[in-house]
């Protein structure tokens, strides 16, 4: 009689051909990854030549995973649009944006989040980069491959950071700015939902509602811009010259076509998974109340914060009020989405102890702070 192989054994060869298989769908984004961490080796020691690749790298991996975000659900209520004019509205936006600031503020494209309010900085210009500080970016790019929703803020700044209360800092404000957006968007869709399921589920959306829509994606991704850009522009010195800036301008722009060919790429599932988001009237009034928070933000601190935090507020107070009020049987679609929320807060959790480990082995002033002295 010829045995059974053991279960362990039949668990083992799953897994190996799961990693195999992983290896093999992902090959050319793991092949451009080595070939990043390879580039950087050679010339993170070139600090003219660093903070370019530095910044290219981040450039992508910011706004790949802060899409969810800002226009996740611009791309999710419009996919019968051609990608190109999604591009171009959206890229011409972000020329805009910072082209205000890259004048206003002296060639400062931040709106001044880097700033210590002094005439110093925050978060200076390094003299000279590490690898690590390098590379972070791409750490940060596989953490989105793998959907997890992390905060670039963190992850991008914390290696810069001059003490360790621009960590703090940053960390409280997010902090509190996802229990507002938590609370907000919770209170909001509880009282509206009624309404709204009634009023949208027998009538199809007006073309109105898709005016509107561009309307409310543009106001946010201009006001994501203005805080965000930082998390970019860190690699940069902290005034471009008009070289410079166009240098800066020119890549984010090209990256934002990318993300759209691409509709988003793996973390555009965050928004999908979301109840009823494709509807471009449940879109608008994400993006609203998405908008209307980091506004609220924006003015009361020049202290940047993790607007992915926010964000995943906003998603989460929705869905959880939304599937508390559904009128079905069982308790099944509430439990699932306590479940999604608590995972999307479980990630950004890992991509905060992932940024300070980070910080800790790139910035030994952060170190010092946190740990002692060696």
């Known amino acids: 009689m010829s045995r059974k192989p053991p279960k362990t054994s039949n668990s083992l060869s799953s ?10 769908t992902e090959k050319i984004f793991l092949s451009l990854i080595l070939v990043g961490f390879i580039v950087s080796a050679l010339f993170y020691q070139q600090r003219n030549i660093a903070m370019w690749i530095g910044f290219a790298f981040a450039g992508y991996a910011a706004v790949a995973n802060d899409s969810i975000q800002t226009i996740g659900t611009f791309i999710g209520s419009n996919q019968k649009t051609k990608w190109w004019i999604l591009w171009l509205f959206i890229g011409g936006l972000f020329l805009l944006t910072v082209t205000y600031s890259f004048f206003e503020f002296d060639g400062d494209v931040t709106y001044q989040r880097l700033s210590d309010g002094k005439g110093g900085s925050k978060y200076p210009h390094p003299e000279s980069f590490s690898y690590l500080q390098v590379v972070a970016p791409l750490f940060l790019l596989i953490i989105t491959r793998l959907r997890m929703p992390v905060s670039t803020t963190f992850l991008l700044l914390s ?17 509190s ?16 939902y009624n309404y709204i399921r009634k009023w949208f589920k027998h009538r199809k959306s007006h073309r109105a509602w898709t005016i509107i829509q561009w309307i409310t994606s543009g106001t946010l991704w201009s006001v994501w811009i203005m805080q965000d850009a930082a998390n970019i522009a860190v690699y940069l010195p902290r005034q471009l010259d008009g070289v410079q800036f166009l240098g800066f301008a020119a890549v984010i722009f090209l990256g934002l076509g990318v993300i759209f060919y691409l509709k988003g790429d793996k973390i555009q599932g965050i928004v999908t998974e979301k109840t009823r988001l494709e509807d471009v009237r449940a879109a608008t009034f994400v993006d609203f109340i ?11 601190s020049t202290v940047p914060l993790s607007t992915t935090w926010v964000f995943l507020g906003v998603l989460g107070g929705r869905e959880i009020a939304i599937n508390i009020l559904r009128k079905k049987s069982g308790k099944k679609h509430v439990k699932q989405s306590f479940k999604i ?9 890992i991509g905060l102890a992932v940024s300070i480990i980070i910080a800790l082995a790139v910035n030994p002033t952060i170190h010092d702070a946190l740990l002692g002295k060696h």
């Open 290 to 300: 998405y908008a209307l928070l980091l506004i609220y933000k924006l003015f009361i």
């Open 177 to 192: 700015g996802y229990a507002m957006a938590f609370i907000v968007s919770g209170v909001i869709w509880a009282i509206s």
């Open 15 to 24: 897994r190996n051909f799961q990693l195999v298989e992983l290896i093999r």
């Open 159 to 175: 290696s810069f950071s001059a003490t360790s209360s621009g960590i703090t800092s940053v960390l409280a404000k997010s902090l």
């Open 341 to 349: 929320v608590g995972r999307d807060m479980l990630y950004a959790l």
